[in-house]
């Protein structure tokens, strides 16, 4: 790994005076769990390495019935997975962190690091996509609202300009007679996933009728994807198997997932056919508990 | 080993003498021996004191680095070391040049390998040059302003691409870049064939796989004055490069002084063979003047370490209308990688127990390695056998499905009987067994996962499907080598009744050095804690080639025994002098010596020692032992045509393993219902044989089966981190429940055999097997990883369709 | 400055120390050669073994992931600060009396990561004790010894026998 120079700001105004100062020369560490990887494979070199793990005042989990679920950027993935307040009210949140690599990583890696690493095989971005959240980016001159849906733009590649920083992740008040569900492909506990689906499923109470339907996978594209045109095969209609079979295929057509070591883009697809279902069923089957 | 090349006289074969069996005791009465004995080095390691290669330190050390390849195949045209040699903080650099054209090999017949590479780089990252710094970092910036001109070269990256007319040649003095090969044949297996009621045949792949140590090699050398070196290196068998190095530096072997660290495992290959690193750290440090350590990375231990041969098994079996075995014919292709190392041995073992478990009229196999432009493949636990075995208990299994037998009854028919109390069996390749408890471990994991019950269970609940697998396995024990591969040891009775145990056997983890103190500790009749062993020094402890071969329990013990036998003879004479009786009318136990006939005549075991020490001038207690079953005057088998013991003794397991099969995804899981019975002739440790033999089974065992694979593209390894090279993780590990079958071989210390690396060779078939009962395809190229599991689902349901 | 020293303080087995290190420098790096702690133990350097885990904080982190300049001001817990003089810590005890210990070099990183659990959840399930073994990679004893010896400890921690 390249030496660099070394700034450790305590708050963010300070972290983003650093990051005006230097631009492109300066790459944010957090938790660093992502980064110091990249870093030590020469893939990043920064010249100044602005480490903002010490802004303790973006470690928070708020909650609120009006204004939802706010998350500080420095929130660990393990404080999320562990937190009452999450388990109650975003269940599928502490169960994705759950699966995500080991309690090593979790217990320093930091929420606001994971999804500025922009990794599309990542858990977090697919869940909050389907949560509908908002990230809040701010730099020097201001603060931009940006949805989540819209943060990623490449393989690694972010909606963030040099001199802004992630500040805090928004969660609308969970929706009624609505159920969600991640769950992702893994060979051992904790791995990446082969492929993720995330879901969303909202009922029209008294009928039953899918009301909305968000579908978000992992690994599957340069981007966590949203499956919008299986997304439309659900939403109006009455769920059933067959139905959720149908999404599966259409969503696995919509995707162009990748081939590496651990699998073929074949069997991606495949598999995005599977998950699809699966996860789909399970958030109907919470969205049907809501509803009662 | 030496290799037995083809022009060697066939050796006269002698059946072991079992009128001399070693050291039988009935289990009552043992004191130490056959009890859980706690392990001697535990404390050290579970307090952090345990020192390892990678931690030792020394004043003014300099770190070492090596410069790789980028090309898999290349002539050397030029190296320029000079920009390197000034970068301020570097204090010396090597290349090849300056091991004056040194080769080594597993056998002085195959010394293809150097230090650093001279003339041409064979597989990708070998090493070229070293350079040592005042830090890690600078000796890797150095190493990037060495520069080099090479001219790649085409390679060839598979035996089938290796073996073809015009294909470059890896060794330009290699036709055909042939390795080895071997032709054996015993029997008629054509005429068995034609008698056979059924005849099938199948080709299996095993992978190629990281030996998975977590310990990357490291090693310390300096040079205390001009003629003595001193290595301190992460090595299961100190004298191999306490040998070479010798060799290398030309120095006699009394001046090479090998200092044995923690180990952190060994399991064959590197940690038991040579890699750059020690040979680099010695010569930068002669040239420095100062000691130099060089620590790999575990890229470098996965990308240019050695690695387990992939093989490709062609099996052609006969059996009779009732499923016993007629015939079996092999063809073993492997990819040697790049240099010879232990392929002749890896290969060789591919055949020689093929007529275990089972019993085998009629054999014949051709196996044949080749090099490649890839890292060079060698030893690994399970060493050989469990190719060939893997791919005889899956098509054992086969051959049961189709003639609608049982599996549990197919292995229980086909099983090698245990000999009785002084009989022999012997292989049609004079293989000799005194013991042989591979049916009672069949029954007794039958029995323990309750097949007779289950195997009436619906196999698929919802989109799982669970299924039970079975596989049995052999392993030798004991290994029989040639060239100097004694083992002897040392007992000294200090005055004040405390014993130093002093042997060149290497614990790497297995639990050696408890149960050889143990055994001292049983013999002399004390008590376990006033043992006390150090780690190998090749400037102190007798030579012994280490801990590979399956050796250390049956010969090192072996020798334990012989010296501890030795110095008790000498406390009993004078004993016996005090008491007025001959010697062999006295016994020591409980750390008492006294007079069997009469126990109240008896001395208490300090004031004997110190009666000993001083009452007669000068005596010093050293008892001295040695194995006479290691060397080669004892029925060593011939290579060339796979006649004759390679062990002392074999041990026999069988497991039975349950597999979860996600009809949907492909993914296999090992459940907990998980049994290995194992035959090791008498357990000495009964919780480390647990140990080892669970771990045997899960880690390459299961690794193999489910999980582990290089990926390579031309040479480059697709996958050198142990994320994307999945080492087996303790989530998915099965809780193994281990059951000991105690056949008491005459031929291992107080009946014992090696433990554990049978399950190694179970774990891979069960698992197999375990899927084609869960969901009816059977996967014959390992891993079974998910998607390969997914498409031969798909394909079976869409021939159903039909 | 690039290259040039940077001052860390930190508290590592209860004894606070002032050094100066590079910006790049693990925690391992400084706990291993600094310190002299080689009980943390250097696998990978990658974050893939998990053999060099220590306490931060009183949570298990991979201290080869981590800057040591990000331990500034903090508290560190490695397998050298668990035993109390000559007395062992129960899972130190644990792993000793089962028969959980082979070649050692995945114990250190094992031992913190299971106390970290226990301190944190002293009646785990075998799921929980998994999970927590998950992050520590073994190559040879098959971790079934593992498990039951941090239940074993969590046990005897609880006042059980």
Known sequence: MKDFEYVAPVTAEEALSLLSQYKEEAKIIAGGQSMLVVMRQGLLAPEVVVDVKGITALDYMTYDEREGLKIGALTTHRAIETSPLIQKQFRVLSEMERNLATIQTRNWG??????????????????????????????????????????????????????????????PPPRPHTGTAHEKLMVMQGDAGIVGVAVSITLKPGNGICEDARIVLSNAASIPLRAKEAERCLAGRAIDGDLLTEAGEVASKEASPPSDVHASEEYRREMIKVFVKRVANKALERAKLEVR | MAEKKQKVKKQKTKKPDIAKPTVILKEEELSVIGKPIPRVDARLKVTGEAKYAADMEAADMLWGAIKRSPHPHARILHIDTSKAERLPGVKAVVTGKDFGGFKWGWSRETRDEEPLATAKVRYLYEGVAAVAAIDEDIAEEACDLIEVEYEPLPGVFDPFEAMKEGAPLVHEDRKGNICVEYHWNFGDVEKAFAESYLVREDTFQTPRMAKGYIEPPAVLAYWPDST??????????????????????????????????????????????????????????????????????????????????????????GVTKDGRLKAIQNKVISDGGAYTRMSPLSNFLTGICMALPYKLPNFKTEMHCYFTNNPSSAAMRGHGIYHTRFAGDVQMDMIAEELGIDPVEMRLRNAI??????????????????????????????????????????????????????????????????????????????????????????????????????????????????????????????????????????????????????????????????????????????????????????????????????????????????????????????????IGDIGTNYSFTAQAQEVEVDLETGVVKCTDNSVIAHDCGFPLNPPAVDTQVVGGAYHPGVGAALYCEFKMDKGLTLNPNLVDYKLPRAYEAPMTQVIHVITNDPFGPFGAKEASEGSTCTAPPAVINAIHDAAGVWIKDLPAKPEKVFWALKEKREKGKK | MKGEPKELKITVNGKTYELKVKAKALLSDVLRKDLKLTGVKRGCLESTCGVCTVILDGKAVRSCSILALQANGHEVTTIEGLAQGDKLHPIQQAFIDHGAIECGFCIPGRVMMAKALLDENPNPTREEVRLAMQGVLCADAGYVKQIEAVEIAAEKMRGGE
């Open chain 1, 110 to 171: 930091t929420i606001g690091g994971n999804l500025c690493h922009g990794d599309p095989a990542g858990d977090p971005a697919p869940v909050l996509i389907v949560l509908g959240a908002m990230l809040k980016l701010r730099k020097l001159t201001g603060e931009r609202i940006v949805a989540m849906e819209d943060f990623s733009r490449d393989i690694l590649e972010v909606d963030l300009e040099p001199s802004e920083m992630l500040i805090e992740i928004q969660v």
């Open chain 2, 417 to 642: 009987e245990n000999p009785k109390p002084g009989k022999i069996y012997e292989t049609i390749n004079k293989l000799h067994l005194a013991t042989c408890g591979v049916e009672e471990c069949v029954e007794k994991v039958a029995e323990a996962i309750r097949w007779e019950e289950k195997k009436k269970d619906e196999r698929v609940r919802g989109s799982r499907a669970y299924g039970i697998g079975f596989a049995c396995g052999t392993y030798l024990s004991g290994t029989k080598l040639s060239g100097h591969n004694a083992c002897a040891a040392m007992v000294r009775i200090c005055e004040d009744g405390s014993v130093n145990y002093i042997t060149g056997a290497s614990d790497v983890g297995q639990g050696s050095d408890t149960v050889m103190c143990a055994m001292v500790a049983e013999v002399l009749g004390i008590g376990l804690e006033d043992i006390d062993i150090k780690r190998v020094d090749t400037a102190h402890t007798p030579v012994d080639p280490g801990s590979y071969g399956s050796r250390v329990t049956v010969l090192a013990g072996e020798a334990a025994i012989n010296a501890a036998k030795d110095a008790k003879r000498a406390l009993l004479e004078v004993a016996a002098k005090e008491f007025g009786v001959k010697p062999e009318e006295m016994d020591i136990k409980n750390k008492r010596a006294f007079v069997k006939a009469n126990p109240e005549m008896s001395i208490p075991w300090a004031r004997l020692v110190r009666m000993a020490c001083y009452t007669t001038p000068g005596m010093v207690i050293i008892g001295r032992g040695q194995s006479s079953r290691g060397i080669s005057t004892y029925g060593l088998a011939d290579f060339t045509t796979g």
């Open chain 2, 228 to 317: 003595h070196l001193t290595v301190i290196p992460a090595k299961g068998s100190p004298y191999f490069p306490y040998r070479i190095l010798s060799n290398c530096f030309n120095l006699p072997l009394s001046n090479v002084r090998i200092i044995q660290p923690f180990v952190g495992a060994d399991f064959g290959g590197t940690k038991n063979d040579m890699v750059s690193c020690d040979f680099s750290a010695p010569m930068l440090a002669k040239k420095s003047g100062k000691p130099v350590k060089i620590v790999y990375t575990q890229f470098e231990e996965l990308t240019t370490c050695l690695r387990r041969h992939p093989m490709w098994v062609t099996m052609k079996t």
